[in-house]
């Protein structure tokens, strides 16, 4: 199966986050904060959306922070992925 967004929406998988701290201190998996940085698996059409034209700035492969109560999480054959708005990308990492 395969995820294909629509209109404006963006699909990202999240990166995993850091297991260590710089210090060198363990983080547990409750006391790990999610990190806002993705990767870019699938990107809608763009188009007509609530009557503005939208163009699509990410593709696939990019590598994006988006905010942090952003989008919906949906699970797909055992791996996670955050369906988002375009809007909600805040920056590609180059």
């Not at 629509?6 to 201190?25: F, N, W, Y």
């Not at 590598?63 to 996670?80: I, P």
Request: glycine share 10%.
């Amino acid at each position: 199966m395969k995820l294909v967004p629509l209109g404006d929406r963006v699909v990202l998988k999240q990166l995993e986050a850091e297991e260590t701290t710089k210090s060198g201190i363990v983080l547990t998996g409750t006391a790990k904060e999610k990190p806002q940085q993705a990767e870019v698996v699938a990107v809608g059409p763009g188009g007509m959306v609530d009557g503005k034209e939208v163009t699509m700035q990410v593709k696939p492969g990019d590598q994006v922070f988006y905010s942090k109560y952003a989008g919906t999480e949906v699970k797909l054959d055992g791996t996670e992925y955050i369906i988002v708005k375009q809007s909600d990308i805040l920056a590609i990492v180059e």
